[in-house]
């Protein structure tokens, strides 16, 4: 059962273009919502993350929007470079005080920022 | 780079047989939580090691089982290989007893069934 769903598959972007990537899920008990990067050959890294309690969390270029009413986030990526060019991964979680979360993720998104 | 190492970066096995990976946690770290990424998925929760215990299970058949260290290194070991176990297979470390959730991951390594 997939419990957090992730698009596009892909994504091609212009230099100095906004990247948009979407996920949903399902589980109302995810209280804790990651994103990744992936370079080739590497492991993924964590990029942004944000809980429900705001709608919108901005890091440098990169900004999550959280809409918990209809169970959705996404990654907006401003000015794409082409060192951005990596899989995106999503994912989502029920934090607990003192154990780590288990990470439940997307399908992943490959960006291709081109120049 | 994070200070997560996994080892070995690549293996080869066939059907059957069985396979033991290693992962050694980033300093100050006393979690470890192992993944499988097929190619072209995500990573699936595989299982987690807290203080040398098991925490949590994935949806993982029993041939799937792994071991922490005294020095919260971990392993993993896959008994009776199938074709589908091949995938990446990584680990994170994080402490978040000590208030540090984020989970770290390791390069992991590729394990290829033939």
């Known amino acids: 059962q997939q419990q957090v769903k992730q698009s596009p598959q892909s994504l091609i972007v212009q230099k100095g273009g906004i990247s948009i990537i979407n996920c949903a899920y399902e589980?109302?008990?995810?209280?804790?919502f990651p994103w990744y990067q992936q370079f080739p050959g590497k492991g993924p890294a964590l990029l942004i993350a944000?809980?429900?309690?705001?709608s919108e969390k901005k890091e440098g270029r990169f900004t999550i929007s959280f809409n918990k009413s209809a169970k959705q986030f996404s990654l907006h990526i401003m000015d794409s470079q082409p060192g951005d060019s990596a899989t995106y991964f999503c994912a989502a979680s029920i934090e607990n005080t003192g154990t780590a979360s288990k990470l439940t993720f997307g399908t992943g998104t490959r960006l291709q920022v081109t120049l | 780079e994070t200070g997560v190492t996994q080892s070995p970066t690549h293996l080869i096995k066939t059907r059957g047989q069985q396979v033991t990976l290693r992962c050694s946690s980033q300093s100050g770290h006393n979690t470890v939580s192992w993944y499988q990424q097929a190619l072209g998925q995500g990573p699936q929760f595989i299982f987690q090691y807290y203080r040398e215990e098991e925490n949590g299970r994935g949806n993982f058949p029993p041939r799937f089982s792994g071991l922490q260290f005294p020095n919260y290194s971990s392993e993993l070991n896959v008994n009776a290989l199938e074709l589908d176990d091949s995938a990446l297979y990584l680990c994170?470390?994080?402490?978040?007893?000590?208030?540090?959730?984020?989970?770290?991951f390791g390069p992991g390594t590729r394990l290829t069934v033939l």
């Open positions: 944000i809980r429900p309690d705001v």
């Open positions: 994170a470390s994080s402490r978040p007893d000590g208030g540090y959730n984020e989970q770290f």
């Open positions: 589980n109302t008990a995810f209280d804790y």
